[in-house]
């Protein structure tokens, strides 16, 4: 490493060095300084003038962890150097759990070399050699000129895909939020149906699973739908696949998008659908003829108190002119800049930069991706399906096989009872594995224990499913278990967990809005992961009472029902206008008011 740097070193002083014998050849050294000062300004300004989509001179040292692999070249590899070649890209397949780039025309350290074109096919040819041996293929994301001696050579940027070996298609969660009529449910309905919009609302027809939603066009319940990428990167719809199974057969990558209300009535139902359902991702539809308006500030401020990564979509441009986007686009700007969010905005306005916000995003929490589409007319719509295409996943397989070495946490969300099938219910599988035949046991109940109980079949993504991984989103099916018994916020778990109930806890919380002062005996709608129940305050510990950005310990009693928490939980909590948010730091032990532990310990027995 150290000599590759050294020899970057070598080149930029033996550059400057030429530099210099030129110029004394050519007897700048004798011009006024003026002068020079002038050229260099005009220099400056032929500079910045330069293209935004060109590349640094540099990119970050190659990491050994990560999906992200430095080639200089890749020409006429011998059979053993071919062999090692294609171990290591099923490393770097395995470490973006089915998903790699590489950088063809780069150095380990990050130096951007680039290859003739010659060299440039030669090199292509062999990695799509090596991904067919490991059965993958491949996409040219871009290819980018390098000035370099005056030649002219060339990096690319190319992404590797395979289904993975155990047939589990990669899967990423988004949470769509954003302000009433900002054209949610459209965009979505553009994007899984394939059609564009009518402009009076006929894409998101299929999104809506209550008659009123129909009537007046606004999402108050939680819906999900899926976009799939093949192999090769191309989309994968409804508009050539009929059932969502042929979909999920047919890609090696997954967008679930999670359709949330935007207006105000629903706010707990938003709040809900963040907390329980683990979005990877969240996007902000914010109206380009209505800027930033209603619940929009409210919903950036969740996923950002949630630490949930944000990018926007500025929709309905096809409705206003120019100037009323760049508008909208600039009051973004302003909003996403202010100290309390402190993000980096990044317009996308063509491929290379959809590219970019792609990897930046997933590097940093702070870049901001802002796409301006339409989805009437189509406008801009590619760059958006570009973006979701190559956005990695927050967690590598090493995080993924820790969870998975856990014992088995299922999240309750939903419950349904389904004809010839019985009991279903949906949510999320927070760690370890869940297979067909499990016995598992749920709960709390409202006095406080655990029911045992079966899974008899498990869907994801609607098609059937005989294993499920942390981390996954699924239907389980119970058979004949009473639906009666089960309530939102319950938890099934593997009956060696040994779960424990809790009625009161304590948290560490900031309170980001009271319009008085916040003590005890106040009632508070508290969300954890699942878990959304009414609590009392108890008490500040050290403090009597709390203003407005303040921080405090406080203890917190359930009303209704005890729930299962665990330490370190992300805690939001909502009385109005009161807003606070916080994590759990400690459970207290069940009180004589309530469940007594010796009827938990039974029920396990």
């Not at 002068?35 to 300004?41: N, V």
């Not at 969010?341 to 940093?364: E, G, I, L, R, W």
């Not at 009303?559 to 109005?576: D, I, M, N, S, T």
């Amino acid at each position: 490493m150290d000599v590759q740097v050294a020899k970057h070193c070598g080149i930029k002083s033996a550059a400057k060095a030429s530099i210099a014998q030129n110029a004394a050849e050519c007897g700048i050294e004798n011009t006024p300084k003026k002068k020079s000062r002038s050229r260099r300004g005009r220099r400056g300004k032929r500079r910045r003038g330069k293209k935004a989509n060109e590349p640094p001179p540099f990119l970050p040292p190659e990491a050994e962890e990560g999906n992200i692999e430095y080639k200089l070249k890749l020409v006429n590899p011998t059979q053993y150097r071919f062999e090692h070649l294609a171990t290591q890209l099923k490393w770097r397949l395995q470490e973006g759990r089915g998903e790699a780039v590489y950088q063809i025309g780069v150095e380990d350290n990050g130096l951007l070399v680039g290859l003739t074109e010659e060299d440039m096919k030669a090199s292509l040819k062999t990695l799509r050699r090596m991904a067919e041996k490991v059965g993958a293929d491949i996409t040219l994301l871009r290819e980018r000129e390098v000035d370099c001696d005056r030649a002219r050579r060339k990096i690319a940027e190319v992404l590797v895909r395979k289904v993975p070996d155990d047939q589990q298609f990669l899967d990423l969660r988004v949470a769509v939020l954003g302000n009433v009529d900002s054209g949610k449910s459209t965009l979505l309905g553009v994007l899984t149906q394939g059609e564009l919009d009518n402009g009076r609302g006929r894409a998101r027809l299929n999104l809506f699973r209550h008659l009123h939603e129909i009537q007046t066009g606004r999402t108050s319940s939680i819906s999900f739908e899926i976009l799939g990428f093949n192999s090769k990167g191309e989309v994968v719809n409804y508009s050539d696949s009929r059932t969502a199974e042929e979909i999920c057969e047919s890609s090696s990558k997954m967008i679930t998008f999670i359709d949330l209300a935007g207006h105000y009535k629903y706010l707990k139902t938003t709040i809900f659908g963040l907390t329980s359902y683990c979005p990877d991702f969240a996007m902000l539809v914010v109206g380009a003829n209505t800027g930033i308006a209603g619940t929009t500030r409210e919903h950036l401020g969740l996923a950002m108190a949630l630490k949930v990564p944000i990018f926007i979509v500025v929709s309905k441009v096809d409705l206003c002119g120019k100037s009323t986007v760049e508008k909208t686009v600039r009051q973004l700007e302003r909003v996403l800049k202010q100290p309390g969010c402190n993000k980096v905005p990044m317009v996308v306005s063509n491929p290379d930069d959809a590219v970019t916000a792609a990897q930046q995003f997933a590097q940093s929490s702070s870049v901001t991706p802002i796409f301006t589409l339409s989805s009437v007319s189509g406008e801009n719509l590619d760059l958006l399906k570009v973006f979701f295409n190559i956005l990695p996943p927050l967690s590598n397989s090493k995080e993924q096989e820790e969870l998975m070495q856990q014992l088995t946490e299922f999240q309750v969300d939903e419950i349904y009872s389904v004809p010839d099938v019985g009991t279903v219910v949906g949510g999320t599988l927070y760690s370890g594995v869940c297979r067909e035949g499990d016995r598992l046991v749920v709960g709390p109940t409202d006095d406080g224990r655990f029911l045992r109980l079966k899974v008899c079949s498990i869907h994801r993504n609607r098609s059937g499913c005989r294993v499920l991984r942390a981390g996954q989103a699924a239907t389980l099916a119970l058979g004949n278990f009473d639906r009666s018994l089960l309530r939102k916020g319950m938890v099934m778990v593997s009956p060696k967990m040994n779960p424990t109930i809790c009625w009161q806890f304590e948290a560490a919380i900031v309170l980001l809005f009271h319009a008085k002062t916040f003590r005890r005996g106040f009632q508070v709608t508290v969300h954890v992961g699942n878990v959304r129940q009414t609590a009392t305050v108890e008490c500040l510990l050290g403090k009597e009472e709390l203003r407005t950005g303040e921080r405090a310990v406080v203890c917190f009693r359930f009303l209704k029902h005890p729930e299962y928490l665990r330490v370190g939980a992300k805690l939001l909590f909502r009385e109005g206008v009161t807003k606070g948010i916080g994590h759990v730091t400690h459970l207290l032990p069940s009180t004589q008011n309530h469940v007594p532990d010796q009827n938990r310990n039974q029920n396990h027995s």
